[in-house]
């Protein structure tokens, strides 16, 4: 007894710290919600709300956290608040997602059919069945949208407009696949034979599959069907259909098959032929002709409304609405081994256009009229940058960020909230800060460096990350390339110009024997940056010598011991440590007259004879600028990363003579500063 | 909520650095500095393991003996070929930063795409949203969707228990260890190594043992928290050795106890209360500049306050 008092003495304290740390904790990270303004802010032109609306309660449920759902989401919000109904003021919206499960989505009706909310909205054809299944007794008003065909979903929808339950109205919406075959044959003429694979168990596949059958009926084209039961089945199927030479594949609105549709593409790839969909927004796809789920999701939120203001369900209708939108993706031609090609016309009609240049996305066109490049966005956005050192990067980073949000016309404490968290070099602090900006429920993440962009995309599935000082986002696990990212993670990245500086290394100095460089291994950007130089430094045929340090106290002894090796220049890589500890590079370098090419604006000043500056403080203000897009509306997973490809060319004259080398005129003319005489 | 169980989900993982900082530090009294490059070796390790396919529990067990390597190579440099206990272990730590470059390849390795220990266990919480349906516990029951068991949590609260776990059984093997005939001795070599030479014992193969123990479990941490953050990093070492004996004393402090066992719950306790209380004031919207100043006050904290108590007691009852 006493063995147990002492080893409760002597734990108590330490729990005890804990429990009130923990409390403490969790007291300041309660999500705090929106308070209601005492007073409509006048500026977003919602103000005009007629007095007569009451405070609502709205429950959003929609079955997964898939683009196109959040697509339609948006859609709804955006339409209700345009209608009076802005969230946090009039509006009490809570939304739930069944995380893909069908159980949870039943779970969640039950909940959501007890009669705390005036109005449910549904999204998806899953949740509209269990919705009207637990609501058949209560009666709860209920509207759906994002859904195929409601006539066929067992829930006692007719085909009349008025044939619906008293208590429910909604938009169906079926996929325009009998016009997206149609437009495969206005890409290639001689189109004779399409493969598809399905999954028979989905009753919206189904529909598109008939509807499939029906066009290329008419059209003369051979329809050839594979049937996956799973998304494990998927390659399979399709690589039988392309074994019966088939010269496109084709996507119905079948969810298993979307689920495994990069295995579609690359087998599609293979075999060089193109896959099209009519489901908008699948990443290497021909092009996809699909409904404009944010559009569908508008006229939802506009009906949503008209229930709220009082009227009558039973006296609406329900109705069938399919805005296009057009993907058309030119970079996929490359695949394809016959000739494929988009009409103009087509190009000129599509939303989305993606070639070499990056993606091209029309506006979207519901924007209110009011809202100009310059307006404020709708709220005020908390916006969180986090950083793992401290270093001048990370300040000029910071100085772009700010830049780049300013010159988007958006102001900090007017349009968003800005605040800056340092990890001071702690990798676990690191992780603290990440959890600590989203507790705080940050509307965005600005990450500078690498490990931040990692940490961040690591923990945030949601919110928003852009990211900065990043030499190659490939390789961080974010991004596969500039397009296919991280869904809700973007942002501009950078590298030194190596390429660019050759020509100039030529003109400088025309007869080099040898050229030397130091680079950091330890930094991921360095090295990325020291292997594209070395590639293009191997183009030009001169040797290069290279040197790898890892801190700053080492760097004057392997100047020196570069400089001892007949070099005629030092082509300085860019990385941290360069930066930080250049004037230990320029002056052995100096005494032994050999001039440095650097990447960094910083180091003109300090004694390099060229820099060719692509720096932080330009990543930092594109970042800005693809953080301000976001802000107004796009989605990150729409705005592919950003390189950084503007250049700034700087020479020191005072140096050049120093090193004993001449600077030819027309470089002097060309360079954007000029130090010295 | 994220950030709490973020905040204690590392703090159980760097109690295993605690542990290895409580090993050399207090039981061997041997200033090893090894546990910077250690660290790193064990996340590097199960890294690179991780991302060629291996089995993430194998991969985090190579990594253990990695570590357990690099401190043997510390013990051996400081016993047999004498050199100052606090310089072997920086040699080792220096050399061990090319080694885990070596080791990755890069200074940076992403495992996104891995399959690590944690995220079977998100996987093993998936399996069982059925059952907590099936039990009537689903999300938004209450109401309060933010604080009760929302979903998404369900992964991190997985991950949590995992770890906990780990931490429970690698505890109560030390207390088990401790109280063999090779603990008693080991913990005796810290104590008076003069004393113990003369019982027979060879004290530069316990020190060079513990030694190996202690940069093991380091390693171990390391190996957990690469898998936690989803990235390994060259850099992610440095400055450990300082956080680990910060727990230790945090944990000293709370206990008030110098008995293995309780020690040993200090460190957990100490681990778990120092990134606590480094959530909070990040939380608090301190300066970012001031992050680590406030860090050392929490330190300066637990060091001094055991003393005040004590002092403050003695003047409030002046006849004992």
Redesign the interface.
């Known amino acids: 007894m006493s063995k147990l008092s002492t080893i409760v003495r ?2 108590a ?3 005890a ?2 429990f009130l ?2 409390c ?3 007291l ?4 705090r919600k929106p308070r209601t303004e005492s007073q409509p802010s006048t500026g977003n032109g919602f103000g005009d709300a007629t007095p007569t609306k009451k405070p609502v309660r709205v429950a959003l449920l929609q079955m997964a956290s898939q683009p196109i759902l959040e697509d339609g989401a948006a859609g709804v919000i955006s339409a209700l608040a345009e209608h009076g109904y802005v969230e946090g003021q009039l509006l009490t919206l ?1 939304r ?2 069944a ?1 893909g ?1 069908m ?2 989505a039943n ?2 009706a039950q ?1 959501l059919s007890g009669g ?1 909310y005036d109005l449910v909205v549904t999204l998806s054809t899953p949740c509209l069945q269990a919705m009207a299944n637990a609501n058949k007794k209560s009666g709860v008003p209920h509207v759906f949208g994002m859904v195929s065909d409601p006539s066929i979903a067992g829930v006692g929808i007719g085909a009349g407009p008025l044939d619906h339950p008293p208590h429910m109205v909604g938009i169906g919406t079926l996929p325009p696949a009998d016009r997206s075959i149609e437009m495969a044959r206005e890409v290639f003429p001689k189109l004779s034979r399409i493969g598809v694979v399905w999954n028979p168990a989905e009753v919206n596949s189904e529909i598109a599959t008939k509807a499939a059958r029906e066009m290329c009926r008419k059209l003369k084209i051979e329809l050839l069907e594979a049937n996956a039961e799973n998304t494990a089945a998927v390659r399979e199927a399709a690589a039988s259909l392309i074994d019966r030479q088939v010269e496109a594949l084709w996507v119905g609105g079948d969810v298993t098959v979307l689920g495994a549709i990069d295995v579609v593409i690359k087998a599609a790839r293979q075999a060089k032929i193109p896959v099209f969909t009519c489901i908008p927004g699948n990443k290497g796809t021909l092009f996809d002709l699909g409904a404009n789920y944010y559009e569908v999701g508008r006229t939802v939120g506009l009906l949503a409304s008209k229930v709220l203001d009082g009227e009558a369900i039973n006296k609406l209708s329900w109705e069938r609405a399919v805005p296009p939108k057009l993907f058309v993706n030119k970079l996929a031609l490359e695949h394809i081994s016959r000739d494929w090609s988009f009409p103009q016309k087509l190009v000129a009609a599509a939303d989305v256009v993606i070639d070499a240049q990056g993606v091209h996305e029309k506006p979207r066109a519901a924007v209110p009229a009011k809202s100009t490049a310059n307006a404020a966005p709708a709220k005020k956005w908390k916006l969180r940058l986090l950083a793992y050192v ?1 270093s001048v990067e990370t300040e000029e980073s910071e100085q772009g960020l700010l830049a780049g949000l300013k010159d988007a016309g958006l102001l900090p404490d007017r349009d968003f909230e800005w ?15 990440v ?2 900006a ?3 429920q940050a509307d965005m993440l600005l990450t500078i460096s ?2 931040t962009l ?2 961040a ?3 945030s ?1 949601q919110t928003p990350v852009v990211f900065t000082m990043v030499a190659n986002p490939f ?4 991004a596969t390339s500039e397009t296919e990212h991280l869904p809700n993670v973007t942002g501009a990245y950078g590298a030194q110009d190596s390429e660019g500086m050759m020509p100039i290394l030529k003109q400088v100095i025309p007869n080099a024997k040898r050229y030397g460089t130091l680079f950091s ?4 950007n360095s ?1 990325s940056n020291h292997q594209v130089l070395e590639a293009a430094i191997k183009k030009t045929g001169v040797p290069l010598v290279s040197i790898g340090v ?1 801190t700053s106290a080492e760097v004057p002894d392997a100047t020196q011991s570069l400089c001892s090796q007949e070099i005629d220049a030092i082509c300085l890589t860019n990385s941290n440590l360069a930066i930080s500890s250049f004037p230990s590079v320029a002056l052995p370098a100096k005494r032994s007259k050999i001039p440095i090419f650097g990447f960094a604006g910083s180091m003109s000043k300090q004694g390099a004879v060229v820099v060719l500056a692509r720096d932080y403080f330009d990543m930092g203000h594109s970042a800005g600028g693809i953080a301000a897009r976001v802000i107004r509306g796009e989605l990150p997973a729409s705005i592919p990363l950003s390189p950084v490809k503007k250049n700034r060319l700087f020479v020191n004259l005072d140096a050049a003579r120093e090193c004993g080398v001449a600077i030819p005129p027309e470089l002097v003319k060309a360079a954007d500063v000029v130090i010295g005489k | 909520m994220t950030l709490l169980i973020g905040s204690l989900t590392m703090g159980l993982i760097l109690a295993l650095l605690a542990f290895g900082v409580l090993i050399s530090f207090r039981i061997l009294a041997f200033r090893d500095l090894t546990a910077d490059g250690s660290l790193t070796l064990g996340g590097s390790v199960a890294a690179a393991l991780l991302v060629s396919g291996w089995n993430p529990w194998a991969a985090t067990f190579v990594a253990v003996l990695s570590g357990a390597l690099a401190g043997a190579t510390t013990g051996v440099l400081a016993m047999k070929c004498k050199i100052n206990g606090l310089l072997a272990g920086i040699l080792v730590m220096t050399a061990l930063y090319s080694v885990n470059l070596r080791v990755m390849g890069k200074s940076n390795v992403p495992l996104m795409e891995s399959r690590t220990i944690l995220s079977s266990a998100e996987q093993l919480a998936d399996a069982s949203t059925h059952w907590r349906i099936w039990i009537g516990l689903w999300p938004g029951q209450f109401g309060y969707e933010d604080v009760f068991l929302p979903l998404a949590l369900d992964h991190d609260m997985s991950v949590i228990g995992l770890v906990l776990l780990m931490i429970a059984a690698v505890g109560v093997g030390m207390v088990a260890f401790f109280r063999t005939n090779l603990g008693l001795a080991m913990r005796a070599t810290g104590d008076n190594p003069d004393m113990i030479r003369a019982l027979g014992v060879d004290v530069d193969w316990m020190t060079t043992l513990g030694l190996a123990i202690a940069n093991g479990l380091t390693a171990f941490a390391g190996a957990l928290l690469v898998q936690y953050q989803g990235f390994a990093d060259v850099q992610m070492g440095i400055g450990m050795v300082v956080l680990g004996f910060a727990s230790v004393i945090i944990g000293e402090t709370l206990v008030g106890s110098r008995i293995v066992g309780f020690l040993i719950c200090g460190a957990v306790m100490g681990s778990v209360l120092f990134r606590l209380l480094v959530a909070i004031a990040l939380r608090w919207g301190l300066n970012p500049n001031d992050l680590k100043l406030v860090t050392a006050v929490f330190v300066l904290a637990a060091l001094v306050t055991p003393d005040l108590w004590k002092a403050a007691r003695k003047q409030l009852s002046p006849a004992r």
């Open positions: 002597h734990l304290p330490g729990l710290a804990i740390a923990a403490v904790l969790l300041s990270d309660m999500p809570n739930f997602n995380a499960d159980a949870t779970a969640m909940e705390r401290n605040k800056v968290a340092n990890a001071q070099g702690d990798i676990a602090t690191l992780q603290s800060l959890d600590s989203l507790g705080e690498t490990q990692q940490a995309s690591r923990r599935k390789t961080t696990g974010a291994p330890t930094e991921v090295v890892s």
